[in-house]
Nanobody, 123 residues
Framework: QVQLVESGGGLVQAGGSLKLSCAAS????????MGWFRQAPGKEREFVAT????????IYADSVKGRFAISRDNARNAVYLQMNDLKPEDTANYYC????????????????WGQGTQVTVSS
């Protein structure tokens, strides 16, 4: 069992940066693949980034490649999403997700989800 709590969202101007954090509890975190997804109003939840439990495999959505960076600290039971050069289209509720299987770009690949943190980018 893994419990996830996101933080770090907020309001930022276009071109700005934010760093999201996801605090995890539970014995399985260090062996879990972690992912970030986002959902804008009226849209489906979409993949942002994922990182394997070793940190050796990282995948990004094309829309954020080169601007976002996912990382994890297994000693602190945390995963992070550094977001740079933010754009209004990045506005969404951002969710942290976890599972014991390998990195996935699909919501069905994750069993555990946080409640989300809102990111709003003004133009």
């Amino acid at each position: 069992q893994v419990q996830l709590v996101e933080s770090g969202g907020g309001l930022v101007q276009a071109g700005g940066s934010l760093k999201l954090s996801c605090a995890a509890s539970g014995r399985s975190f260090s062996r879990s693949t972690m992912g970030w997804f986002r959902q804008a109003p009226g849209k489906e939840r979409e993949f942002v980034a994922t990182i394997a439990w070793t940190g050796s495999s990282i995948i990004y959505a094309d829309s954020v490649k080169g601007r976002f960076a996912i990382s994890r600290d297994n000693a602190r039971n945390a995963v992070y999403l550094q977001m740079n050069d933010l754009k209004p289209e990045d506005t969404a509720n951002y969710y942290c997700a976890a599972d014991r299987v390998g990195p996935s770009q699909f919501t069905s690949g994750y069993k555990y989800w946080g409640q989300g943190t809102q990111v709003t980018v003004s133009s």
